[in-house]
């Protein structure tokens, strides 16, 4: 009875791609086997490119950085993330975490992570898109890797990203994005910082230095995508 009603559902409610819009078989999630193929991957987790850690070289201490595709202008993971952001596909988040997470979980160098830990959203932003867009992500990568997702650790306390427009040593003078809590429960860890795309480094440098006041903590990056 219950596959008849899901298979009356699927016919009635079809699965779209995030990718292309097309119609979802049943062995497909998210995006159809055609746009996971044609996805762009960053994967420096596998090619040992430096490319990510050398955008925080000189700002903060970073051990390993990985993100999972590489972002186009009007490309899959364009889509996938815009969908995720503003048209209320919360799952595409944990989508990507396990796709990631699966591949570190294969790689020595991110083995040894303690913890993984979400750039987080202002209360209200959160509260207005019902969701944050990098939590699933994290927790994913979380439970495939079987270690912790620490949700409160670090706080977004102003609403803008105004840093953006300030020069880099003005804005680590008065840091003012976020702050660090209950820094005792990452003493001693190596922590995974998440987010959902790279462009600057900025948010991600700011989240690392707030969390190295932390004692003796290692930070590693891994993002959903990267625009380059
Ligand atoms: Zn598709």
Redesign the pocket.
Known sequence: MLKILNSLLDLLFPKI??????V?TAHEQI??????H?ATLAGFHITKADTLKNIFYGRVAIQEATALLKFQKKG?TQTLLHNLKYKKQEEISAFLGYWLGAELSEIPAYKNIDVVVGVPLHKDKQKARGYNQVTGFGKAIAEVLDIVYLEDVLVKVSKTDSQVFKTRGKRIQDNQEFTLINSAKIKDKHILLVDDIVTTGATLESCAVLLQQAENVKISIATMAISL
């Open positions: 791609c995030n990718g292309c819009g097309g979802l995006i159809c086997t055609t746009c996971r044609q899959i």
